[in-house]
């Protein structure tokens, strides 16, 4: 069983940057897929970006061009990281790292508060 524990929320000003990272241990051998989704207060769980084991990356329009996502893989761990600049107050939220392994098995983190002042 997939284990991700994302780290790296906090409170930002617009225009600044942070960077959120989820480390995955525990069966991380069948990951196939990691990505970043977030909710907002009343609203729906949204993706944000994701990244296959092969290095392909998928971005949310609202995000292109100012959100990064990158993997590193060890020898027990798989870590994902999402590198966000420009932050606007829309993108506050809580942000989940989810992944998904080759029978279709996924896993969410608890999630980490991400709070961009205006």
């Known amino acids: 069983q997939v284990h991700p524990v994302e780290s790296g929320g906090g409170l930002v000003q617009a225009g600044g940057s942070m960077r959120l990272s989820c480390a995955a241990s525990?069966?991380?051998?069948?990951?196939?897929?990691t990505g970043w989704y977030r909710q907002a207060p009343g609203k729906q769980r949204e993706l944000v970006a994701t990244?296959?084991?092969?290095?392909?990356?998928?971005?949310a329009d609202s995000v292109k061009g100012r959100f990064t996502i990158s993997r590193d893989n060890t020898k027990n761990a798989v870590s994902v990281s999402l590198q966000m600049n420009s932050l606007e107050p829309e993108d506050t939220a809580v942000y989940y790292c989810?992944?998904?392994?080759?029978?279709?098995?996924?896993?969410w983190g608890q999630g980490t508060q991400v709070t961009v002042s205006s």
């Open positions: 525990g069966g991380i051998f069948s990951i196939i897929v």
């Open positions: 989810k992944t998904v392994g080759l029978r279709g098995d996924a896993y």
């Open positions: 990244i296959t084991n092969t290095g392909s990356k998928n971005y």
